[in-house]
């Protein structure tokens, strides 16, 4: 179960834009910015999938 370190650096990398993502919803819904708060929380919907697929990538490697 040996990982290459190029899927774990892309892993953490959407893991790091889901949060910032997040972060960036909540900030455009306290400032009434509703058009903002929709694009980044479907990035957001986009991104976790794309996590998942990485992760299970990752795991089944030999």
């Known amino acids: 179960m040996k990982r290459s ?10 893991l790091l834009l889901c949060i910032v993502c997040t972060q ?9 910015r509703y058009a903002l708060t929709l694009l980044f929380a479907g990035l957001n ?14 795991r089944d490697t030999e």
């Open 24 to 32: 960036q919803v909540v900030n455009a819904f306290f400032y009434e």
């Open 5 to 14: 370190y190029r899927g774990v650096i892309y892993l953490s990398l959407v």
């Open 45 to 58: 919907v986009v991104l976790f999938p794309v996590a998942l697929w990485l992760y299970r990538r990752e």
